[in-house]
T-cell receptor, first 114, second 115 residues
Framework: AQSVTQPDIHITVSEGASLELRCNYS??????LFWYVQSPGQGLQLLLK??????LVQGIKGFEAEFKRSQSSFNLRKPSVHWSDAAEYFC????????????FGTGTRLQVTL | ETGVTQSPTHLIKTRGQQVTLRCSSQ?????VSWYQQALGQGPQFIFQ???????GRGNFPPRFSGLQFPNYSSELNVNALELDDSALYLC??????????????FGPGTRLTVL
């Protein structure tokens, strides 16, 4: 089974600054990887997903992520952060073979200062 | 198109009691998964229901059980509540099991507090 690790518990960035959230995975074959965002009182929303092909994946809200097999990473990036991006971000991978059961990292809380 | 809804929003129970949480899947979705999210943690997979049958279970004891109804809505039941069961319980629905292109859509969750 795949597993994911998010090394950063909490990150603070200034509005307009760039953002990179880290995610490391452990799995032998080509993994399936996801990034979700959770705002207070909201359910999880899918930002983007990687299944195969192009290693740079574009998502919603201006986010992108790059799959790097050599580093076992799938880091989330955004060139310019907005105050509304403050939320909890989760990296996820399939719990078993199908993408309909997921295992999540412990999350990174993003704080945006004005 | 109505999204995934969950009820109740919040719930307070005492140790040893039983609780039932409810989830209405998104229209056209026949698969429902349940997750437990403890404070400061990522969601953990509890189990999944597909066409009214359990289809996979995470590392949770049997006192966590569920049902899926013909309209694909679902219930999560927890017996003999323990303090550690305090968490946000998330429900997610998807169109079907197979393949990697079936996105899960999450509900807002039910916050359970066990005293």
């Amino acid at each position: 089974a795949q597993s994911v690790t998010q090394p950063d518990i909490h990150i603070t960035v200034s509005e307009g600054a760039s953002l990179e959230l880290r995610c490391n995975y452990s799995y032998g074959a080509t993994p399936y990887l996801f990034w979700y965002v959770q705002s207070p009182g909201q359910g999880l929303q899918l930002l983007l997903k990687y299944f195969s092909g192009d290693t740079l994946v574009q998502g919603i809200k201006g986010f992108e992520a790059e799959f790097k097999r050599s580093q076992s990473s799938f880091n989330l990036r955004k060139p310019s952060v907005h105050w509304s991006d403050a939320a909890e971000y989760f990296c996820a991978a399939p719990y078993t073979g199908t993408a309909s059961k997921l295992t999540f990292g412990t999350g990174t809380r993003l704080q945006v200062t004005l | 198109e109505t999204g995934v809804t969950q009820s109740p929003t919040h719930l307070i129970k005492t140790r040893g009691q039983q609780v039932t949480l409810r989830c209405s899947s998104q229209s056209g979705h026949n698969t429902v998964s349940w997750y437990q999210q403890a404070l400061g943690q990522g969601p953990q997979f509890i189990f999944q229901y597909y066409r009214e049958e359990e289809n996979g279970r995470g590392n949770f004891p049997p006192r966590f059980s569920g049902l899926q109804f013909p309209n694909y809505s679902s219930e999560l039941n927890v017996n003999a509540l323990e303090l550690d069961d305090s968490a946000l319980y998330l429900c997610a629905s998807s169109k079907t099991l197979a393949g990697v292109n079936n996105e899960q859509f999450f509900g807002p969750g039910t916050r359970l507090t066990v005293l």
